[in-house]
């Protein structure tokens, strides 16, 4: 083997040897960010259920109520009642006096 060859096999093993260490390198980003997105998901999951159905007032668990087709949160502590997104919207998109009848229930008038 005359020194030509030898230095293309070197040349060829430091081209293949940046190849595999750039794989690398994108295997090992990918692999980062995929753990990063689990451990933020299961971070986020953890936050919901400390949070989820608590009154944010007192702290104490909310039971869901059905009122005339609104979904009402009640606080079985303080009695604080809560609205999900778009409910109390509906509730005002009805007429003056299905509201008065939904709020009465609602404070137990």
Known sequence: MDENDSRREDQWFRENEKVLLENARIAREKR????????AEADRDARQQQHFMKCPKCGH??????????????????????????????????????????FRKLIKI
């Open 32 to 39: 980062e960010r995929e753990r990063a997105a689990l451990e």
């Open 61 to 102: 668990d909310l039971a869901e109520e059905e009122l005339e087709g609104v979904s009402v949160d009640r606080c079985s502590f303080c009695e604080g009642v809560f609205f999900d997104a778009g409910e109390l919207e509906s509730l005002f998109a009805r007429r003056d006096e299905d509201r008065k009848s939904f």
